[in-house]
């Protein structure tokens, strides 16, 4: 039995090795859902997704969450859908009582100007602007809108697919600064059920005295129908404050029949 034991091991690891090869080598971010790097392709017309979901971010400051986080997406025109986010903040720092309350909603339009051919990638843009609904004061909010002009690419052959790009934030405030974000992903369809992933991503100073922050996370949807699905993501940050950050979402995607 030992040895049995002891021949099993070597296929162990090997299987262990390959799927770490899988998610983590194939690396090249939330405004994809579950990650944060996007993708240039809007809901389809006359469709919605619908997400139901949670995020938790633990750094040496402490713990801040959103729960429930509501997303809505809705194609209105061919290439075109509308967006909103309605998050419920939750902060726990080391230091200081924890708050619960509405955080800063986000609002934005994704438009696709170059459909995907065998040579080239699809291309969009994705403007969103983060409101101040969130309390400042109890560490639910920013305090001050701010806005992100994004240019993303994506180019996909058999069951791979890949995406990313990058744009400027504008971000007001006394101490604070603009900066750039970019990111990149790639993903492979497992089956019809099960699609995996992993991504990296930097952005540079946000405020004064900060340092650029680089970070990943690997993550899979689970398709349980056409309508229904599951989405799941968690990594860290390997330059930046960051210790663990994982994403959560019930996904509900839904449209006219014949538009399928």
């Known amino acids: 039995m030992r040895e049995k034991h002891i021949r099993i091991l070597p296929r162990l690891f090997a299987a262990i090795i390959g799927v770490a090869f899988m998610l983590l080598g194939a690396i090249i971010t939330w405004a994809g859902p579950p990650f ?23 750094d040496d400051e402490g713990i801040s969450a959103v729960a429930p986080l509501l997303e809505v997406n809705y194609g209105p025109l061919p290439d075109t859908h509308l967006h909103i986010i309605v998050p419920f903040a939750y902060s726990s720092p080391k230091e200081g009582p924890r708050q619960y309350g509405l955080g800063d909603a986000e609002f934005g339009i994704k438009y696709r100007f170059i459909h995907e051919t065998d040579t080239l990638p699809q291309a969009g843009t994705f403007p969103i602007v983060v409101s101040s609904t969130g309390s400042k004061s109890r560490g639910l909010g920013e305090g001050h809108v701010r806005i992100f002009m994004p240019i993303w690419l994506q180019k996909s052959w058999g069951p791979w697919t890949t995406y990313g790009g990058g744009g400027y934030w ?15 992903l790639i993903q492979r369809r497992m089956s019809e059920t099960l699609t995996v992933g992993a991504e990296i991503f930097n952005s540079s100073p946000a405020a004064k005295g900060e340092s650029d922050r680089t970070g990943f996370n690997v993550g899979t949807v689970i398709n349980f129908s056409e309508e229904h699905h599951l989405l ?8 930046g404050p960051n210790n663990l950050t994982a994403y959560l979402a019930f996904q509900w995607t839904f449209g006219p029949e014949d538009k399928k």
């Open 170 to 184: 504008y971000n007001p405030g006394d101490d604070n600064k603009n900066y750039w974000q970019t990111g990149w």
């Open 36 to 58: 944060v790097t996007d993708d240039p392709e809007p809901v389809e017309y006359q469709h919605w997704e619908i997400y139901l979901g949670s995020q938790y971010v633990h």
């Open 232 to 239: 799941f993501s968690a990594g860290r940050d390997l330059h």
